[in-house]
Nanobody
């Protein structure tokens, strides 16, 4: 079974940086996209950044120029480099895998989330 594990969250001061990591394990036939979401208390889940199987990237307007999504060469890990962090970036960050199995059935997989807190 496919599993996703996020790591790298923590407490950082405004203007600081963090790099989140999402490690995928299990049998993945083909990746359509890997996506970072975040959810703050009392707010709806928000798409932060996405990278397709072909390497194209997209970002929320709120993080453009500050965050960078990337994949390892082995394509089993996705990263989110977060710079110039603001208090409003505080949220639980989730990794999502949009993939196909060996029968070309499309399935979503979610990690457990990692807490990012930006505060002085």
């Amino acid at each position: 079974q496919v599993q996703l594990v996020e790591s790298g969250g923590g407490l950082v001061q405004p203007g600081g940086s963090l790099r989140l990591s999402c490690a995928a394990s299990g049998s993945i036939f083909s990746i359509n996209a890997m996506i970072w979401y975040r959810q703050a208390p009392g707010k709806e889940r928000e798409l932060v950044a996405a990278i397709t199987g072909g390497g194209s990237t997209d970002y929320s307007d709120s993080v453009k120029g500050r965050f960078t999504i990337s994949r390892a060469n082995a394509k089993n890990t996705v990263y989110l480099q977060m710079n110039s962090l603001k208090p409003e970036d505080t949220a639980v960050y989730y990794c999502n895998l949009d993939a196909y199995d060996s029968n070309w059935y499309r399935t979503d997989y979610w990690g457990q989330g990692t807490q990012v807190t930006v505060s002085s």
